[in-house]
């Protein structure tokens, strides 16, 4: 992988590694409540002045989704206004407050220990904190690296953002297992005649008293070491030259790609510095379009509902200790195919990979739902749902990130990506929160529907999608200017 015979490579890997450590928090944060959810759910069951449900459970459990939205919508504007480097330095701060908060939720107002509806609604507003966080540094994190990068290993790099949030995902997996021990996750009870839920007085109660705090506190040290090391990196030299830093931007040009090639880059990067003054639909509304419909489509698949709520869902399939050892299975797996989508997203394509994900992901899902029809237990559920997972990973996982930080042009790239970030998140949160009512109504029905989604993105993939691979951001803006004056 050569970046440039005088370009230092050394610098580029240093500064991608602490970028993508947001990655790794966003990973992180929306993957921990899969340990943590069902001691959650057990706790907030011990209340004695309102009757926590199914619903309230999904939404608790999607929270932090909604502060992905609030993030993922207001990131155009401070990466603008506070830059990219600013930005990932808040969200490394919202992370850590948000563990804080999630850890001890009582504090300050609260009895130790004792569930009630406020203090509901005050965990949910940490986790919504966290979730400001998340989506901050998942449309900027890609963003930053996208806009240091050179072109020919870009997608490379970008694809190493969704490693980090794989990798963080299976970090939290492992820590949750750690944290669990020989401990057992809670028994929930449904009553046949009211329908109402409690904790199975034989349930071991250590993981709805303790374990999902430790789980929840345990996210303070990634935060602050990413938040310690963004000291460390420069602006992004797009950023510097919309700022009038030329001379900044130049530098960290040479030193990545070289005095020759930095140049060149300068130059067409003072071509396409308008980003505070473009209109959004300057280039037509094909761009937005196609960027709002990939981030729709990466959640409308469902994958998230096997992720957020994997040991429950593995467990449901017959696999033997509540499904956490399986859920470290997968993570193991997902990493994997994240990396065939890293070494080969650059030689390939895009659209290739994300074809081939989505017809693999609906084999998944259908096989998913075909054992739920005929009351298939065991190993054949268990591997059907790792394969769904891994042809995310290999696909719509990371390329649609890659995607979103190449597909528009460079003037509207900071509204535009908050607007499909946002799109993506809400998408996120609807199809989590719905999914513990959806699975409890019928599984074979809920990875259908995920399946037929998978085939619908494949075919949106295939008309609609243009191929970014080996094109410059420069090249996307040209691209796209062409196309609009072809069409108006």
């Given at each position: 992988?050569?970046?440039?015979?005088?370009?230092?490579?050394l610098?580029l890997?240093?500064?991608?590694?602490?970028?993508?450590?947001?990655?790794l928090?966003f990973?992180y944060?929306?993957?921990?409540i899969?340990?943590?959810?069902?001691g959650?759910?057990?706790?907030?069951?011990?209340?004695?002045?309102?009757?926590?449900?199914?619903?309230?459970?999904?939404?608790?459990?999607?929270?932090?989704?909604?502060?992905?939205?609030?993030?993922?919508?207001?990131?155009?504007?401070?990466?603008s206004?506070?830059g990219?480097?600013?930005?990932?330095?808040?969200?490394?701060?919202?992370?850590?407050?948000s563990?804080?908060?999630s850890?001890?939720?009582?504090?300050?107002?609260?009895?130790y220990g004792q569930a009630?509806?406020?203090?509901?609604?005050?965990?949910?507003?940490y986790?919504?904190l966290?979730?400001?966080?998340?989506?901050?540094?998942?449309?900027v994190?890609?963003?930053?690296?996208?806009e240091?990068?050179?072109?020919?290993?870009?997608g490379?790099?970008?694809?190493c953002?969704?490693?980090?949030?794989?990798?963080?995902m299976?970090?939290?997996?492992?820590?949750?297992?750690?944290?669990?021990?020989?401990?057992?996750?809670?028994?929930?009870?449904?009553?046949a005649?009211?329908?109402?839920?409690?904790?199975?007085?034989?349930?071991?109660?250590?993981?709805?008293?303790?374990?999902w705090?430790?789980?929840?506190?345990?996210?303070?040290?990634?935060?602050a070491?990413?938040?310690?090391?963004l000291?460390?990196v420069?602006?992004?030299?797009r950023y510097?030259?919309?700022?009038?830093?030329?001379?900044?931007?130049?530098?960290?040009?040479?030193k990545?790609?070289?005095s020759k090639?930095a140049?060149?880059v300068?130059?067409?990067?003072?071509?396409?510095?308008?980003?505070?003054?473009e209109?959004?639909?300057?280039?037509?509304l094909?761009?937005?379009?196609?960027?709002?419909?990939?981030s729709?489509f990466?959640q409308?698949?469902?994958?998230?509902?096997?992720?957020?709520?994997?040991?429950?869902?593995?467990?449901?399939a017959?696999?033997e200790?509540?499904?956490?050892?399986?859920?470290?299975?997968?993570?193991v797996?997902n990493?994997?195919?994240?990396?065939?989508a890293?070494?080969?997203v650059?030689?390939?394509?895009?659209?290739p990979?994300?074809?081939?994900?989505?017809?693999?992901?609906?084999v998944g899902?259908?096989a998913?739902?075909?054992c739920?029809q005929?009351?298939i237990?065991?190993?054949?559920?268990?591997?059907?749902?790792?394969v769904?997972?891994?042809?995310?990973?290999?696909?719509?996982?990371?390329?649609?990130?890659?995607?979103?930080?190449?597909?528009?042009?460079?003037?509207?790239?900071g509204?535009?990506?908050?607007?499909?970030?946002?799109?993506?998140?809400?998408?996120n949160?609807?199809v989590?929160?719905?999914?513990p009512?959806?699975y409890d109504?019928?599984p074979?029905?809920?990875?259908?529907?995920y399946?037929?989604?998978?085939l619908?993105?494949c075919?949106?993939?295939w008309?609609c999608?243009?191929?970014?691979?080996?094109?410059?951001l420069?090249?996307?803006?040209a691209?796209?200017?062409?196309?609009?004056?072809?069409t108006?």
């Amino acid at each position: 992988m050569n970046v440039s015979k005088e370009g230092d490579k050394l610098y580029l890997y240093s500064i991608t590694t602490v970028a993508i450590i947001g990655g790794l928090l966003f990973g992180y944060d929306t993957a921990v409540i899969s340990g943590a959810e069902k001691g959650l759910e057990a706790f907030f069951l011990t209340a004695t002045d309102f009757q926590y449900d199914k619903v309230m459970h999904g939404i608790t459990s999607s929270s932090a989704l909604l502060g992905c939205i609030i993030g993922g919508a207001v990131s155009g504007y401070l990466a603008s206004r506070l830059g990219r480097r600013g930005s990932l330095r808040l969200a490394s701060l919202l992370f850590f407050l948000s563990a804080l908060g999630s850890y001890y939720p009582e504090f300050l107002f609260f009895e130790y220990g004792q569930a009630n509806f406020n203090l509901l609604v005050t965990f949910n507003l940490y986790r919504v904190l966290g979730g400001i966080g998340v989506g901050l540094a998942s449309a900027v994190c890609p963003m930053y690296i996208a806009e240091i990068a050179p072109s020919d290993i870009r997608g490379t790099l970008v694809s190493c953002n969704q490693f980090a949030i794989i990798f963080g995902m299976l970090v939290v997996y492992f820590v949750n297992y750690m944290i669990m021990g020989n401990h057992q996750n809670p028994v929930i009870i449904k009553d046949a005649v009211s329908g109402i839920m409690s904790v199975s007085p034989a349930s071991d109660m250590w993981s709805v008293n303790e374990g999902w705090r430790y789980m929840f506190g345990s996210e303070t040290i990634p935060a602050a070491l990413f938040g310690l090391l963004l000291f460390c990196v420069p602006k992004t030299p797009r950023y510097l030259v919309m700022c009038g830093e030329d001379e900044r931007a130049f530098g960290i040009l040479e030193k990545i790609n070289g005095s020759k090639i930095a140049k060149t880059v300068l130059e067409e990067i003072k071509l396409t510095s308008k980003e505070k003054t473009e209109k959004l639909l300057t280039y037509g509304l094909t761009v937005i379009v196609i960027g709002i419909l990939l981030s729709v489509f990466q959640q409308a698949i469902g994958i998230n509902a096997v992720l957020y709520y994997a040991p429950r869902i593995f467990e449901n399939a017959g696999a033997e200790g509540g499904g956490m050892m399986q859920t470290v299975v997968m993570g193991v797996v997902n990493i994997l195919f994240t990396l065939v989508a890293i070494f080969t997203v650059d030689r390939f394509g895009r659209k290739p990979l994300l074809i081939i994900g989505s017809l693999g992901m609906a084999v998944g899902a259908f096989a998913v739902a075909m054992c739920d029809q005929f009351g298939i237990k065991g190993i054949v559920p268990v591997l059907s749902v790792i394969v769904y997972a891994a042809f995310f990973m290999m696909s719509w996982g990371p390329i649609c990130w890659v995607l979103i930080a190449e597909v528009f042009p460079n003037t509207i790239r900071g509204k535009a990506v908050a607007i499909a970030v946002a799109f993506q998140w809400i998408f996120n949160y609807l199809v989590s929160s719905t999914f513990p009512a959806l699975y409890d109504f019928s599984p074979m029905f809920a990875y259908s529907l995920y399946g037929i989604m998978c085939l619908i993105a494949c075919l949106f993939v295939w008309k609609c999608v243009p191929e970014t691979k080996g094109k410059s951001l420069e090249d996307m803006t040209a691209f796209w200017r062409n196309r609009s004056k072809k069409t108006a």
